[in-house]
């Protein structure tokens, strides 16, 4: 129904606010009917009813429990209607009367009981694609359409469409479950959860394709998200670690692109331009994140963010508590990705000669061969040594490898200033 | 619903790391938890032999196939739990999961 044109933007901004709302009806109604489909044909029906009744008759004084009632209707009628839904409707009687009185509405005054855990967890659920994970979770519970998701990966509507149907199907045909994993299966199942709203998050960040360098509304997406799920599992420290790195994060989006839209890296960014609430947001979910047990990746990442974000300079960055978090990291999730990142701390810390040698010592790592901030990395370092000649070489090779037009306009920039002999200075 | 556990070998069917008592152990636990609804292990795959039948119905036989497909069946279970994450929760356990082999889940086609 988004996609339907409509009078005008009053109505446009009532649907936007419905997009919350839409997930927390969806996961309802699927926890009810235990079909994604019904449940997602039900939630618009109820949603395009409400935009329709509510300007004329006044909006209700519980308006999730009259989406809910509208929606519940909607679907049963439909299962009355269609005949392949009928051994279900059968079912569903059994089923409902099992269940008991319909959960009280919980403590924040909202009158729709919050099942969105429960669609979570089978949007994320290892026996669907990756890819389709992530879009599963965008179309159900960020609430986008899926021309929307399309547009966000950059893929033809048709693609997304093709892939959102073969994920609900999967789902249908396999019988997925609609649940939350118990405590014992938790802490297997919750990295993909936060793996799906994280991907969300740095396909927005850094954009691996594309003109723009960042796309923003991704990345909203991903911290709404990552808000709803801090919200429904208060008690999972990586949890908040995750909310906590993408506040962090996030924080600094203004100060990362120049006027023309050029990339600008973390040493030079004007530190004025980053959002000081959201900083601080992200600062206090730290702690949260690292007491009371081993800390996660999330947590621990979310902590060298934090190191970044309050630090005036890079010079008074505490790079020893950085290059110390790293280790910690490495030890949890050893990667040469992190190695890459932590011999850039190495090098803050103990000049670039030191970080170079660890980069050199990654030489071999097949997962960098086409990885292009190794390619920056010791183009940065082997510049500040002054060996150019080398510099210029890992250069041309990170502007080869760089995904985005404003990193490849920065890379070349950075490449010009090398060539030009006057200009030998430091970067 | 119906599972099969398809459990396949990538080592030609020899299923160095597990021991007959972990199957009978696995087996028991699925009897016990009573999902079963068959199971039978395969001979060895040099013992296959292939039918076909072209268009005027006339069969050819042929030896094999062998193991050109890198993953060979060894055998397979039938199994009736509600949904996908039981199904998997006892693929999980099923000692033709380990080593080198591997354990295909696949619903039950209901017609």
Known sequence: MDEQPTDGSVTLSVAAAFRE???????????????LDLAEDAAAEAIEAALARWPVDGVPSRPGAWLMTTARRRAVDRLRRDRTYA??????????????????????GDDLPDERLQLFFTCAHPALAADDRVALTLRCLAGLTTPEVARAFLVPTATMAKRIVRAKNKIRTARIPFRVPGRDELPQRLPGVLQVVYSVFTEGYSASSGPQLQRLDLAEEALRLGRILRRLLPAEREVAGLLALMLLTHARRDA???ADGELVLLHEQDRHRWDRDMIDEGCALVPVALTGGPPGPYGVQAAIAALHDEAPDVTSTDWPQIVALYDVLMAITPSPVVAVNQAVAVAM????????ARLDALAGEPLLRDYGPYAVARAELLARLGRYAEAATAYRRAIELAGTEPERTHLRRRLRALESPRHHHPL | MKYMLLITSTDGGAECSTSFEDWQVFDKAVQDAGIMVSAHSLADFTTATTVRVNDAGEPTITDGPFAESREVLGGYYVIDVPDLDAALHWATRCPGARGAGAVVVRPVADF
């Open chain 1, 256 to 258: 990362r692109t120049g």
């Open chain 1, 87 to 108: 051994d279900r409707l059968a079912l569903l009687a059994v089923e409902s009367q099992r269940a008991g009185p319909a959960p009280a509405a919980d403590a924040g």
């Open chain 1, 21 to 35: 709302e839409r997930g927390r009806l969806l996961a309802a109604l699927v926890h009810r009917f235990g079909d």
């Open chain 1, 349 to 356: 810390r103990d000049g670039p000669a030191a970080g170079l």
